[in-house]
């Protein structure tokens, strides 16, 4: 059975810097793609990152245009994990983040929620002074 637990919220003052992090077992990050989504406070869960990796090599990574060079989506082969690490937070990235992974995802729909079986139980990101 496939499991994903995340880490690393809490409350971060703007402009700052968080990482949060998906311990995934069950699987095998290898062979998964790996994404973040957010869901901010009465809206959609919508996506923020993707990440495959084949063999310890980066297939591809792709980020939502309102986290481009602001956030960095990772992963650790040896400890079957992900990162997302959050630079420049602002107020509006406010929300619960959780990870998702699922083998037959690709890199034109990362974003879709739908596409994912396999979700953690989210975190929860505040950014406020």
């Known amino acids: 059975q496939v499991q994903l637990v995340e880490s690393g919220g809490g409350l971060v003052q703007p402009g700052g810097s968080r990482t949060l992090s998906c311990l995934v077992s069950?699987?095998?990050?290898?062979?998964?793609?790996v994404a973040w989504f957010r869901r901010l406070p009465g809206r959609e869960r919508e996506g923020v990152a993707g990440?495959?990796?084949?063999?310890?090599?980066?297939?591809?990574?792709s980020y939502a245009p309102f986290v481009t060079g602001r956030f960095t989506i990772s992963t650790d082969g040896a400890k079957n994990t992900a990162y997302l690490k959050m630079t420049s937070l602002k107020s509006e990235d406010t929300a619960v983040y959780y990870c998702?992974?699922?083998?037959?995802?690709?890199?034109?729909?990362?974003?879709?929620?739908?596409?994912?079986?396999?979700w953690g139980q989210g975190t929860q990101v505040t950014v406020s002074a």
């Open positions: 990440i495959r990796t084949s063999g310890g090599n980066l297939m591809w990574r």
């Open positions: 069950g699987a095998s990050l290898g062979a998964m793609t």
């Open positions: 998702a992974t699922d083998d037959h995802v690709g890199r034109d729909d990362w974003f879709r929620p739908a596409l994912y079986d396999y």
